[in-house]
């Protein structure tokens, strides 16, 4: 019956076959579109990309306890025979009792820089900080991505080769765990706050910068602020001066604990001024550390490390200060390691290698 919408037999058959060859459209249109990627798949991920190990090793540093001389040893050794290409282990010197000050090389670039930590014995956990560090960078040097974080450490490794002294006073470190007595004659108020090495010496206040002009009121031995008889006058003192002034250092991070912040510039001289804050300004945002006002007296800046090598070498030399001021510091507890990724704020702070780098190569 006409115009009750019912089809005829042909016209169903034709309407089967357009139905057939619509749907053999689609398909191959949907089967040829699966081989290209979206514009989604294709764009940078907006994210730091992630540090996927390579390496099926378990991890070697122990941040739960403090290092012991003894231990600090074989914990290099154990990074050295794990990363051999990229390691490597040196003598930077001797301290005042005769402790190797123990250094190691992380890369293969022709550029260098220097990193050291617990230049100030109660300051042992900048040691782990950088033990850690250098395992980590390592590890993402070896890693399928070669980053760490939003840093390419193969390509920057590549360029730099870092050397780093994870404890500059190996002596203070034996003193202030008690494996080690203190010498006759240096007072000691506090055991847990010493800072200086085997004679009393605070060593950041013996390098021969502005050091005639520190008046501190310590005029002997003591477990901190004594500047020495002389200034440089302590084997470690020598030691760094003497590595420093045989290597072509682009920079020089000296680690210590208090502050949150990064110690860039002084009124020693300021004529570098603005070149040194631009490159710690570099590292501090990443990290999220402040960057204080130079540092304007001279018992507080003179006889320092990072101070004599800006001024001597006319390099960046800065203080990262890793830790929270609100944070105690207990050398001779555990207290400070039961949680030591947050105690140096360490998900930030250890770009401060990488970022250094990054800033000095630009």
């Known amino acids: 019956m006409k115009g009750c919408g019912v089809l005829s037999d042909k016209s169903y058959s034709i309407s089967l076959i357009v139905l057939s060859c619509f ?34 090793t378990p991890t070697i540093v122990d941040d739960s306890a403090p290092e012991s001389f003894d231990s600090l040893i074989s914990t290099i050794s154990l990074l050295k025979s794990t990363y051999p290409d990229i390691l490597g282990v040196h003598t930077a010197g001797y301290s005042e009792n005769g402790r190797e000050l123990m250094m190691l090389t992380l890369g293969t670039g022709e550029k260098k820089a220097f990193l050291v930590g617990a230049i100030h014995a109660r300051e042992h956990i900048t040691t782990k900080y950088l033990l850690k560090v250098t395992e980590d960078y390592c590890r993402a040097f070896y ?19 870092l050397y780093i002294i994870p404890c500059t006073n190996p002596d203070g470190l ?47 031995p003591a477990d901190y602020y004594f500047k020495g008889y002389e200034s440089g006058s302590e084997a470690e003192t020598k030691a760094l001066m003497t590595l420093c002034r045989n290597n072509n250092f682009d920079f020089l991070i000296s680690f ?12 020693h001289n300021t004529q570098n001024n603005a070149l040194y804050k631009a490159f710690a300004t570099d590292i501090a945002t990443p990290c999220s550390l402040y960057l204080p006002d130079p540092t304007k007296k001279a018992k ?36 400070n390691y039961e949680d030591f990724d947050s105690f140096v704020n360490y998900r930030l702070t250890s770009f401060a290698p990488a970022a250094a780098m990054a800033s000095a190569n630009k």
Request: glycine letters at 8%; charged letters at 20%.
């Open 300 to 335: 507080d800046y003179g006889g320092g490390f990072e101070n004599w090598f800006r001024h001597t070498l006319g390099k960046p030399g800065i203080c990262i200060e890793l830790a929270d001021n609100e944070n105690k510091i207990l050398p001779l507890s555990d207290e």
């Open 174 to 220: 034996e003193i202030i765990s008690g494996r080690q007595s203190v010498k006759n004659g240096v007072r000691v108020s506090k055991l847990s706050e010493y800072k200086s090495n085997a004679n009393g010496v605070d060593l950041n206040r013996n390098f021969p910068l502005a050091w005639d002009y520190i008046n501190n009121n310590v005029h002997s």
């Open 256 to 267: 210590h604990i208090k502050g949150n912040c990064i110690f860039w510039g002084d009124n």
């Open 23 to 56: 749907a053999s459209v689609v398909l191959i249109l949907g089967t040829v579109l699966c081989l290209f990627p979206t514009k989604h798949e294709t764009e940078a991920p907006t994210e730091n990309p992630p540090v996927i190990e390579a390496v099926a």
């Open 143 to 161: 890693s399928q991505s070669g980053y760490y974080g939003a840093y390419n450490i193969k390509a920057l490794l590549s360029e730099y080769t």
